[in-house]
């Protein structure tokens, strides 16, 4: 049974929402009093520079999300527990992101914690493609305006995380910190380059309007981050 898509956009906004707020809460207040409060905030600077790369590599992920949902018109049943999916990966990342935390600074369990930080967005990466490749596949839960075609072309493009990851995982072997900078350049990266999800072209006699910019011909989502 196909449905709208506004319930599962909000609850998954909520997801979102309140996972990208639990990272803030990992930051803990130092115990220190007088001028030593110095020394204890400049002490927790791991968890400062996990939380920027996570929160940058969530806020990446509820983006594609949001513009993908805003390409829908319905959704079924398959389609909601792909997304679920989606979202039980993206809730385990303040955790991954607490360990990594905790442990950059100890060259002895630094790599176990960056090796499991890599691995989860290694999985998140599959299962956001699995969800795209999904939708694309079906293809009548697009609005009628998608160039339908054009969207399943995209998919090796969307499965760029799937390369891109992997290498952060073999990083994660060797050092604990480069492998939190490459997240965050990844993160980066993604966010200023988007992949169109191109639009049926309905010629001058479209809606009337044909003086529209290139944005409002094409839905734009940034790679899989």
């Not at 905790?102 to 960056?114: I, Q």
């Not at 890599?118 to 795209?132: C, P």
């Not at 697009?142 to 072309?153: E, L, P």
Request: aromatic share 12%; hydrophobic share 50%; net charge negative.
């Amino acid at each position: 049974m196909e449905k709208e898509t506004g319930r599962v956009e909000a609850f998954s906004d909520g997801v979102f929402a309140i996972v990208i707020t639990i990272l803030v809460l990992e930051i803990k207040v130092p115990k220190d009093e007088g001028s030593h409060l110095w020394h204890g905030l400049a002490e927790q600077w791991p968890h400062y520079a996990a939380y920027v790369v996570s929160f940058l590599v969530i806020g990446v992920m509820w983006v594609n999300h949001h513009t993908i949902f805003g390409h829908l018109k319905r959704v079924n049943r398959t389609l909601l527990f792909l997304n679920l999916v989606v979202l039980m990966v993206v809730s385990v990342i303040p955790w991954t992101t607490a360990v990594l935390a905790d442990h950059l600074r100890d060259p002895g369990s630094a790599k176990v914690a960056a090796i499991l930080y890599s691995s989860l967005t290694v999985v998140y990466a599959v299962a956001f493609l699995g969800f795209w490749w999904y939708i694309t596949h079906v293809g009548h839960l697009f609005h009628d305006h998608v160039d339908r075609d054009g969207a399943r072309a995209t998919r090796l493009r969307f499965g760029l995380g799937c390369i891109a990851y992997p290498c952060t995982l073999a990083l994660a072997f060797f050092s604990a910190p480069l492998t939190l900078a490459a997240h965050g350049l990844i993160a980066l990266y993604y966010a200023a380059n988007q992949i169109p999800i191109p639009l049926v072209n309905d010629g001058p006699s479209g809606d009337g309007d044909d003086d529209g910019t290139e944005e409002e011909a094409e839905g734009h989502v940034t790679a899989v981050p």
